[in-house]
């Protein structure tokens, strides 16, 4: 199994741009779910999704933020428009239902707003 | 407020001695208590899960306790070796949402030689 796939690796885009990140989750894994990364908050739960439903987006910072699950093997994360804030790395991770295993993290996206 | 606290200075062991990090929370009622590794750069690692119900739980080199009384888990890593050098995440699951895990702000461990 490949894991967790997360596109592109890193993104630097200007202030006021839209990015869009990607995430493919593995094969089987019923929950999907966004992080951001920051040293100064850590690591933090931004939406997640079950069977392909947006279950809890408490923690998307604002309106600028949205996520989509179209299907069981790819969900974005758009940001529009992008801020200096935003700058972070940004993970996506999957699990199944009653696994004891956890969480699987992909790679990250490292996002940079200049 | 819910609140995760692990020791945010650095850890410094001694190759071969147990490693001892601190999970501490608040204002939870804990479903299970999870175990992550984080190395630069990489997404965290999933190591152990640990139930409300369960005193400890062992994997290999690795032992967690939970304790709901104190609110507390402990991760030991005996053994330590350099390769252990890595930042350990703790993440709680509460009773009312069970899928979902909040995580705590590591603590970075390094092994010295």
């Known amino acids: 199994d490949a894991g967790v796939i997360q596109s592109p690796r890193h993104e630097v885009t200007e202030m006021g741009q839209e990015v869009t990140l990607r995430c493919k989750p593995i094969?089987?894994?019923?929950?999907l779910f966004w992080y951001r990364q920051t040293m100064m908050r850590g690591l933090e739960l931004l939406i997640y999704?079950?069977?392909?439903?947006?279950?809890?987006d408490s923690g998307m910072p604002e309106d600028r933020f949205s996520a989509k699950m179209p299907n069981a093997s790819f969900s974005t994360l758009k940001i529009q428009p992008s801020e200096p804030r935003d700058s972070a790395v940004y993970f996506c991770?999957?699990?199944?239902?009653?696994?004891?295993?956890?969480?699987?993290f992909g790679p990250g996206t490292r996002l940079t707003v200049t | 407020s819910q609140k995760i606290e692990q020791n945010s200075e650095a850890l410094n062991i001694q190759e071969g001695k147990t490693a001892t990090l601190t999970c501490n929370y608040t204002?939870?009622?804990?479903?299970?208590l999870q175990w992550y590794r984080q190395d630069p750069g990489r997404g965290p690692v999933f190591l152990l899960l640990?139930?409300?119900?369960?005193k400890e739980k062992r994997k290999e080199r690795l032992k967690v306790t939970f304790d709901t009384t104190l609110k507390q888990s402990l991760f030991h890593i005996t053994a330590s070796q350099p390769a252990d050098s890595a930042t350990y995440l703790c993440?709680?699951?509460?009773?009312?949402?069970?899928?979902?895990?909040?995580f705590g702000s590591g603590t970075r461990l390094s092994i010295r030689p």
């Open positions: 991770a999957s699990s199944r239902t009653g696994s004891p295993t956890g969480q699987y």
């Open positions: 993440a709680l699951a509460s009773s009312s949402s069970a899928s979902k895990i909040i």
């Open positions: 640990i139930r409300e119900n369960e």
């Open positions: 094969s089987g894994h019923d929950y």
């Open positions: 999704f079950n069977n392909n439903v947006p279950i809890d």
């Open positions: 204002n939870y009622s804990p479903a299970y």
